[in-house]
């Protein structure tokens, strides 16, 4: 299967900063990956797609000024949550589908914990 | 509206016991279904998809579309199942995937 990692796997910071976060495909390219925020004992929800070479497509309710998503390369995806606030202390994870097979088989990341202070 | 529904958050059995857990859904057209697991410390991975009509790891899926239901069985359950699960039909854009809240799966020897 695909390996997919996500780097910081974990970050503190301050309230009012900004953060960002790698996705990265280690073995398979993707010009589609997705983005996942994980409150504690919720489910997934599905915040964007990002897309190689585009503007990333948001979910309805999530700010795109506030989570900036750059897919620059065929192998990376990254998310800034910009000017962090408490209420963005989450578990973000990516996602990115297998080439060659169904869309929607996805592998994912191991998830980026996000405290802001 | 697409909404899925995974009614029990925490489900628990003695090894060996049958297990199944729920999953309906209300979604337009025809989705496409997923059970994804999650054990412990681990990344969430594909555990089934209903097109495949597969058996993985003894679980088995039947699409139901009369009772939009995908709930997810398995005749004997090992602790090795112990895991959270979650049911993932497609999202309106069709590739990206709504998960349900989860159920929790305890099996207990």
Redesign the interface.
């Known amino acids: 299967g695909a390996v ?1 990692s996500q780097h910081p796997s974990w970050v503190i910071c301050k309230s009012g900063t900004s953060v960002k976060i790698e996705c990265r495909s280690l073995d398979f390219q993707a010009t ?1 990956m ?1 983005w996942y925020r994980q409150f504690p004992k ?5 915040m964007a ?1 990002s897309n190689e070479g585009s503007k990333a ?1 948001y979910e309805q309710g999530v700010e795109k000024d506030k989570f900036l998503i750059n897919h620059a390369s065929l192998t990376l995806s990254t998310l800034t949550v910009t000017s962090a606030h408490p209420e963005d202390s989450s578990f973000y ?1 990516c ?1 990115l589908p297998l080439a060659g097979r ?10 980026t914990r996000l405290t802001v202070l | 509206a697409q909404r899925v529904t995974q009614p029990e958050k925490l489900l628990s059995v003695f090894k060996g016991a049958p297990v199944e857990l729920k999953c309906n859904y209300s979604y337009s057209g025809s989705p ?1 279904l ?1 059970w994804y697991v999650q054990y412990s410390r681990q ?4 555990l089934l ?1 209903h ?1 495949s009509r597969e058996s993985i790891k003894g679980f088995t899926a039947d699409l139901n579309k009369g009772e939009t239901s995908f709930h997810l069985k398995k005749p004997f359950a090992q602790e090795e199942d112990s895991a959270m699960y ?1 049911c993932a039909p ?2 309106n ?1 069709g ?8 159920t929790s799966l305890l099996v207990t020897p």
């Open positions: 997919v589609t997705f919720q489910s997934l929800m599905l797609t497509t994870i996602s169904s869309y929607n088989e996805q592998f994912f990341g191991p998830g | 496409e997923f990344r969430l991975q594909l998809r097109i979650y497609t999202s854009s590739y990206a995937l709504n998960f349900g809240k989860g």
